[in-house]
């Protein structure tokens, strides 16, 4: 296990090691939600990849023209995570539902032939259950994810894929998200992706890996006590990612995070960086990582403050801090073990910072918006 070099939200420091007195396991629901992740996982694989082969059987001889996303918040992240691994996996256009369009500007749009796929934890958003409906009434096949039998999602689908997740008793949505977006390669797979079932059926084992690096996690939190802003960055398959774990330092810290594609950084935001601003990065093996490493490598050299995530120790060492995940998947599925990275994070970050990460001021578990 990595030890963390000094740093963020002091403004940059020289690489150093630090030992931080460990306290005792804090019992926060949010962390036992995060830890039983892979055992959900096998249980949604094992109890729903048969049933949903089944369903998309339809698409086997010929994939659907479109597929169509919806999902709100954490969904939307698991709906960004689609787009990457439906079009690279299976070549099809992937449209991520402007939700708007269903509820305050309906816009009779042409889905017949579509698979249309609506993500709610709850199974209750109002606007993605509307979308659906009005998708499978526009000629889509419409396929629900959610962690609720017989809600309003999966009554408005021809079939549910379920995340047997059970009761998510934190606000912040961890297991059910990470579901989700396995629930989003087992999707691909069924649509006749070329990922292996010895690929999948790692998923679990991936995610304990990442779950092996706590105690470094936990280490870092300090360091992020008295933060008012992080960005987070990643690119690709992991832009979901940051954008995640950015949604969930603001919910659990009340931290001023934001999420975005470390290309797009480059396009302006990276003007508002300063020595006092920590970066959080998500760095994969694969195609992506070599615009990481220069990112790094460029953003060090101006005194930026850094601590990155990923399965190359070579970037984390060149960060300010860095911890190494020692997970053996590629990059198109690598959003699932550092989605759990990111959970621990925030809900470490929060325990520092002397708040209660299951109940976030002025948030419930169920949103619905119109």
Do not use: W
């Not at 539902?97 to 209750?124: R, V």
């Amino acid at each position: 296990m990595p030890k963390p070099r000094q740093s963020a939200s002091r403004g940059a420091a020289e690489p150093g090691r630090v030992h931080l007195s460990r306290p005792r396991p804090p019992k926060a629901a949010m962390l036992r939600e995060i830890r039983v992740a892979p055992e959900r996982v096998a249980v949604m694989m094992e109890r729903e990849t048969k049933s949903l082969g089944k369903a998309l059987a339809r698409f086997r001889d010929q994939r659907p023209p479109l597929i169509f996303v919806a999902g709100r918040g954490t969904s939307n992240h698991a709906a960004i995570f689609a787009q990457y691994m439906f079009e690279r996996y299976l070549g099809t256009p992937v449209s991520g539902a402007a939700l708007s369009l269903f509820t305050l500007y309906p816009a009779p749009l042409n889905l017949k032939g579509a698979l249309a796929i609506g993500i709610s934890q709850s199974g209750e958003s109002t606007d993605v259950v509307k979308a659906l409906r009005s998708a499978r009434r526009l000629g889509a096949y419409t396929v629900a994810v959610t962690n609720t039998p017989g809600s309003s999602l999966t009554e408005a689908a021809h079939h549910s894929l379920l995340l047997h997740c059970r009761k998510e008793r934190a606000v912040a949505a961890t297991k059910t998200y990470v579901t989700s977006l396995v629930g989003m390669v087992m999707i691909a797979r069924a649509l006749g992706a070329d990922i292996g079932a010895e690929e999948l059926a790692e998923m679990p084992e991936a995610i304990r890996a990442a779950l092996s690096c706590e105690d470094a996690v936990r280490e870092v939190a300090p360091y992020y006590r008295y933060a008012t802003a992080a960005i987070c960055l990643a690119r690709a398959f992991n832009y979901c990612t940051a954008r995640e774990t950015a949604l969930k330092l603001q919910e659990t810290c009340y931290l001023g995070a934001t999420g975005m594609s470390a290309a797009d950084f480059l396009h302006g935001p990276i003007a508002m960086l300063s020595e006092t601003t920590p970066l959080i990065t998500f760095a994969a093996d694969g195609p992506t990582y070599p615009f990481m490493l220069g990112l790094v490598r460029r953003l060090r050299r101006q005194n930026a403050d850094i601590l990155t995530f990923s399965n190359r120790e070579e970037i984390t060492r060149l960060s300010t801090m860095g911890i190494h995940c020692p997970v053996r998947v590629h990059e198109g599925l690598s959003a699932i073990p550092f989605a759990t990275l990111g959970q621990l994070l925030a809900c470490h970050v929060a325990l520092t910072r002397g708040l209660n990460p299951d109940a976030p001021r002025r948030l419930r578990k169920v949103t619905r918006t119109l």
